[in-house]
């Protein structure tokens, strides 16, 4: 099937090399020319397990370009350009907008076409996206038949090329039941897994086959904010009794595993920490938050969540006052930089609030993360901060160290040679990622959260 992917992020580059890999004729459109001459050489944009792979193989199959090809006969467009947060909250629409004008100039006559949201937007994009191009159309003189439909997209950074291959569910939004089988076809390898796995993103084992959800387009639409919404207030609930639990005494890991054992709950998105970050929870629940005023309707949940998420990255500032009583004039390590582990994002990462305000309490900072410093100095060029090539130099003369992103090496540090390297000894651990027995062995002075 003809596929065209608008916007090469971290959904369309993914979503695009999976389709290609399963055997679909995929062009990828990007405005950015330095990102399309990249992906043509065959380098990775983004930091993604097994990408590097998929797109070297993808290279004599896959199209990059900087503009929509003409769309001819029966085919696909995803738009996956970035939404990003308006100032009063709601996504910013203008790059959807700019697609769905793009797509229509493209549109050949006769052509048969599922326009789709990839993206998350807001409630009744799908119905905006085809007044659009309805319009272009018309404005143009072009008899087509386009359906538009909604099929969010649930990957994770870190690991989205294996949840493109090995989705829990895919939902596909649309009020056009000649749509929902286009797209049925289109995810057909998906949902029977027919396709032979990559390499380097191999099928789990006993993984079954995804089921298919097929809803309105408002309802697939919905379906993402309140996905995300869920997923935050979960981790929300966990870091408020992780509170409580230093309060009380108690171990909030241990919490978190015996009610996470119960089916009704799980044991996912229950670990305690600095709180969550990344280009999906902050922006979504805030945007679902204002769709909801705008319709006179409270969203007090999800508005908690977004309270307890910020209070709980100062809460870390809290626990660093507490043990060093005056903090200015103090050197602080971050160990890590990226929102989360195996990704170079630094969207609403919380290590960059933390240095800010450090920084403004008078603190020297350094910081270390094994692939995101490249994007902190291009993108926050002003970040008050040292970049520390290794670990050992980071902890050299520092007051304390705070894990900050729960990276894989992080886990496994020697701890004496930081201990002889620091001039303090205090370890914030605001991700329970490491043994507190074996930074304590060494000598230093452990302090996690809820525990
Ligand atoms: C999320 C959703 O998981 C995904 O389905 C959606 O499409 C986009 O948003 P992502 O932002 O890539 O994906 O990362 P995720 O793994 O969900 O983690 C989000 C944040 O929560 C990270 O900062 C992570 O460190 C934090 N987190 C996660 C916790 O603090 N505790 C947990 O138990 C889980």
């Given at each position: 099937?003809?596929?065209?992917?608008?916007?090469?992020?971290?959904?369309?580059?993914?979503?695009?090399?999976?389709?290609?890999?399963?055997?679909?004729?995929?062009?990828?459109?990007?405005?950015?020319?330095?990102?399309?001459?990249?992906?043509?050489?065959?380098?990775?944009?983004?930091?993604?397990?097994?990408?590097?792979?998929?797109?070297?193989?993808?290279?004599?199959?896959?199209?990059?370009?900087?503009?929509?090809?003409?769309?001819?006969?029966?085919?696909?467009?995803?738009?996956?350009?970035?939404?990003?947060?308006?100032?009063?909250?709601?996504?910013?629409?203008?790059?959807?907008?700019?697609?769905?004008?793009?797509?229509?100039?493209?549109?050949?006559?006769?052509?048969?076409?599922?326009?789709?949201?990839?993206?998350?937007?807001?409630?009744?994009?799908?119905?905006?996206?085809?007044?659009?191009?309805?319009?272009?159309?018309?404005?143009?003189?072009?008899?087509?038949?386009?359906?538009?439909?909604?099929?969010?997209?649930?990957?994770?950074?870190?690991?989205?090329?294996?949840?493109?291959?090995?989705?829990?569910?895919?939902?596909?939004?649309?009020?056009?039941?000649?749509?929902?089988?286009?797209?049925?076809?289109?995810?057909?390898?998906?949902?029977?897994?027919?396709?032979?796995?990559?390499?380097?993103?191999?099928?789990?084992?006993?993984?079954?086959?995804?089921?298919?959800?097929?809803?309105?387009?408002?309802?697939?639409?919905?379906?993402?904010?309140?996905?995300?919404?869920?997923?935050?207030?979960?981790?929300?609930?966990?870091?408020?009794?992780?509170?409580?639990?230093?309060?009380?005494?108690?171990?909030?890991?241990?919490?978190?595993?015996?009610?996470?054992?119960?089916?009704?709950?799980?044991?996912?998105?229950?670990?305690?920490?600095?709180?969550?970050?990344?280009?999906?929870?902050?922006?979504?629940?805030?945007?679902?938050?204002?769709?909801?005023?705008?319709?006179d309707y409270a969203m007090?949940?999800v508005r908690a969540a977004?309270?307890?998420?910020?209070?709980?990255?100062?809460?870390?500032?809290?626990?660093?006052?507490?043990?060093?009583?005056?903090?200015?004039?103090?050197?602080?390590?971050?160990?890590?930089?990226?929102?989360?582990?195996?990704?170079?994002?630094?969207?609403?990462?919380?290590?960059?609030?933390?240095?800010?305000?450090?920084?403004?309490?008078?603190?020297?900072?350094?910081?270390?993360?094994?692939?995101?410093?490249?994007?902190?100095?291009?993108?926050?060029?002003?970040?008050?901060?040292?970049?520390?090539?290794?670990?050992?130099?980071?902890?050299?003369?520092?007051?304390?160290?705070?894990?900050?992103?729960?990276?894989?090496?992080?886990?496994?540090?020697?701890?004496?040679?930081?201990?002889?390297?620091?001039?303090?000894?205090?370890?914030?651990?605001?991700?329970?990622?490491?043994?507190?027995?074996?930074?304590?062995?060494?000598?230093?002075?452990?302090?996690?959260?809820?525990?």
């Amino acid at each position: 099937m003809h596929v065209t992917i608008i916007g090469t992020g971290y959904v369309g580059l993914t979503t695009g090399l999976a389709l290609s890999h399963v055997g679909h004729d995929v062009t990828c459109v990007d405005t950015n020319p330095d990102v399309v001459e990249r992906l043509r050489a065959g380098t990775p944009t983004i930091v993604e397990h097994g990408l590097p792979e998929l797109l070297r193989d993808a290279k004599d199959r896959a199209r990059f370009q900087t503009s929509i090809p003409p769309l001819k006969g029966r085919g696909v467009v995803l738009i996956a350009v970035g939404t990003p947060t308006r100032a009063d909250g709601d996504a910013d629409l203008q790059y959807v907008d700019q697609a769905a004008r793009d797509v229509a100039a493209a549109i050949a006559p006769g052509a048969d076409l599922v326009v789709v949201n990839k993206s998350t937007v807001p409630i009744g994009s799908a119905r905006h996206v085809a007044g659009i191009i309805e319009r272009g159309l018309a404005e143009l003189g072009v008899d087509a038949r386009v359906a538009v439909a909604s099929n969010p997209e649930f990957l994770a950074e870190g690991r989205a090329m294996h949840d493109s291959f090995y989705p829990d569910r895919i939902v596909i939004g649309a009020d056009d039941p000649w749509a929902v089988g286009v797209l049925r076809e289109l995810y057909a390898p998906f949902l029977e897994q027919t396709f032979e796995p990559p390499a380097a993103t191999p099928r789990p084992e006993r993984y079954p086959l995804p089921s298919l959800v097929t809803t309105t387009t408002t309802s697939a639409e919905l379906t993402k904010y309140a996905a995300n919404s869920f997923l935050a207030t979960k981790i929300s609930f966990i870091n408020e009794f992780a509170g409580l639990a230093e309060h009380v005494g108690a171990d909030v890991t241990e919490v978190a595993r015996a009610i996470g054992l119960d089916e009704r709950i799980g044991p996912r998105f229950l670990h305690a920490g600095i709180g969550w970050g990344g280009s999906c929870f902050g922006k979504d629940t805030r945007a679902i938050v204002a769709t909801a005023e705008r319709y006179d309707y409270a969203m007090p949940i999800v508005r908690a969540a977004i309270d307890v998420n910020y209070r709980q990255r100062l809460r870390m500032l809290g626990k660093l006052q507490e043990h060093l009583k005056v903090l200015r004039g103090t050197t602080i390590g971050l160990l890590g930089l990226a929102f989360k582990a195996d990704t170079d994002d630094l969207r609403d990462a919380p290590a960059i609030t933390l240095a800010r305000h450090l920084a403004e309490r008078g603190a020297v900072i350094r910081v270390h993360d094994p692939v995101a410093m490249p994007n902190a100095r291009t993108q926050y060029p002003d970040l008050p901060v040292t970049y520390a090539d290794d670990e050992l130099t980071l902890a050299s003369g520092c007051d304390a160290l705070v894990v900050v992103t729960d990276w894989q090496q992080y886990r496994h540090l020697d701890w004496r040679a930081l201990a002889q390297a620091m001039r303090g000894t205090i370890v914030l651990d605001a991700r329970n990622a490491v043994r507190p027995e074996v930074v304590r062995s060494a000598g230093l002075v452990y302090a996690g959260v809820g525990r």
